[in-house]
């Protein structure tokens, strides 16, 4: 099965390299190029792509912007691609639903493996992003709070709930599916569920959400070792 790929950023070399880079990947496809946001969601709209790979910078309306719109419209994953790795970046791009967060610097290898991987459901977070969403949660303020839902909790099943606990974890599909010993279909079910409910937009942000949960319930305070 063709994974179907837009390529959203403003720089046409940029758009041309990336789209080099996929289409020698024989289950990739780049079906569309976009040099701002407006156009991203125009073409995703009309292409159905499974990724767009989203540029933050662009004029008009910017990668974070188009992205919220792809996501609270369910169109396809985003993975964003950026040269910088700034705090208002990468909190704005989560909180707008994106899957992934990856840094133009990535290499061609691991760039094609994120593309498949957010495809499949999974979230994907470059190395640097992961050591600043840790040094984030271990600090006093809380820089990207996520709307705590009143009733979604109790909305869920006791299956949707481990689920939930199993993305906390930051296990993708096929090991929910291993870990509870059921279909990577049935499990790619019960996360839209799960992220419809606590009306979140990405599994990036339901792992947030449990890691945030499981800080306030255990009393854990900056600086505490646990």
Same mark, same amino acid.
């Given at each position: 099965?063709?994974?179907?790929?837009?390529?959203?950023?403003?720089?046409?070399?940029?758009?041309?390299?990336?789209?080099?880079?996929?289409?020698?990947?024989?289950?990739? *496809? =780049?079906?569309?190029?976009?040099?701002?946001?407006?156009?991203?969601?125009?073409?995703?709209?009309?292409?159905?792509?499974?990724?767009?790979?989203?540029?933050?910078?662009? !004029?008009?309306?910017?990668?974070?912007?188009?992205?919220? =719109?792809? @996501?609270? %419209?369910?169109?396809?994953?985003?993975?964003?691609? +950026?040269?910088?790795?700034?705090?208002?970046?990468?909190?704005? $791009?989560?909180?707008?639903?994106?899957?992934?967060?990856?840094?133009?610097?990535?290499?061609?290898?691991?760039?094609?493996?994120?593309?498949?991987?957010?495809?499949?459901?999974?979230?994907?977070? $470059?190395? %640097?992003?992961?050591?600043?969403?840790?040094?984030?949660?271990?600090?006093?303020?809380? !820089?990207?709070?996520?709307?705590?839902?009143?009733?979604?909790?109790?909305?869920?099943? *006791?299956? *949707?709930?481990?689920?939930?606990?199993?993305?906390? *974890?930051?296990?993708?599909?096929?090991?929910?599916?291993? #870990?509870?010993?059921?279909?990577? +279909? @049935?499990?790619? +079910?019960? =996360?839209?569920?799960?992220?419809?409910?606590?009306?979140?937009?990405?599994? =990036? #942000?339901?792992?947030?959400?449990? #890691?945030?949960?499981?800080? @306030?319930? @255990?009393?854990? #305070?900056?600086?505490?070792?646990?």
């Amino acid at each position: 099965m063709t994974i179907k790929v837009l390529v959203a950023d403003d720089h046409g070399s940029v758009r041309a390299g990336i789209a080099l880079i996929l289409n020698n990947a024989k289950d990739i *496809e =780049v079906v569309g190029e976009a040099a701002d946001g407006t156009e991203a969601i125009a073409q995703a709209r009309a292409l159905h792509p499974d990724v767009v790979l989203m540029d933050v910078r662009m !004029p008009g309306m910017n990668g974070i912007a188009a992205t919220r =719109v792809l @996501t609270s %419209e369910r169109l396809c994953e985003v993975l964003v691609l +950026t040269t910088f790795d700034l705090d208002e970046y990468v909190y704005g $791009a989560l909180r707008a639903g994106a899957a992934g967060f990856l840094l133009k610097s990535v290499e061609a290898g691991p760039l094609t493996e994120a593309v498949r991987v957010v495809s499949a459901g999974d979230g994907v977070l $470059a190395p %640097e992003i992961t050591r600043k969403l840790i040094s984030a949660f271990a600090s006093s303020a809380d !820089p990207m709070p996520l709307a705590k839902p009143a009733t979604g909790l109790d909305e869920l099943t *006791e299956r *949707e709930r481990d689920v939930l606990v199993c993305l906390g *974890e930051g296990l993708s599909n096929a090991q929910i599916a291993a #870990q509870l010993f059921i279909g990577e +279909t @049935t499990v790619k +079910t019960h =996360v839209s569920k799960v992220l419809s409910k606590l009306s979140l937009r990405s599994r =990036v #942000q339901a792992a947030l959400l449990v #890691q945030e949960m499981d800080r @306030t319930i @255990t009393g854990e #305070q900056p600086g505490n070792d646990r």
